[in-house]
């Protein structure tokens, strides 16, 4: 029953965990839509998305600072 109940407990952990980078990953799709489809240029996006975030929001706009160097944006 123990071993239940612990095992229960990571899962929940886990499940959390997994929902918050989803939200991030979300979050920087929408970010590259949104530069795509009212034709921002990155680096506008990027600084008024990145400034007074959340440390998932700052960990989505460097995703999408590293997509930019790269070229994919």
């Given at each position: 029953?123990?071993?239940?109940?612990?095992?229960?407990?990571?899962?929940?952990?886990?499940?959390?965990?997994?929902?918050?980078?989803?939200?991030?990953?979300?979050?920087?799709?929408?970010?590259?839509?949104?530069?795509?489809?009212q034709g921002f240029q990155p680096h506008q996006i990027l600084w008024s998305s990145c400034t007074g975030q959340?440390?998932?929001?700052?960990?989505?706009?460097?995703?999408?600072?590293?997509?930019?160097?790269?070229?994919?944006?």
């Amino acid at each position: 029953m123990r071993e239940a109940a612990e095992r229960r407990q990571q899962l929940e952990l886990e499940h959390e965990q997994a929902l918050a980078v989803l939200s991030a990953k979300q979050q920087e799709i929408d970010l590259l839509q949104k530069v795509r489809d009212q034709g921002f240029q990155p680096h506008q996006i990027l600084w008024s998305s990145c400034t007074g975030q959340s440390v998932e929001d700052l960990a989505s706009c460097l995703s999408f600072w590293y997509l930019f160097k790269q070229g994919f944006c």
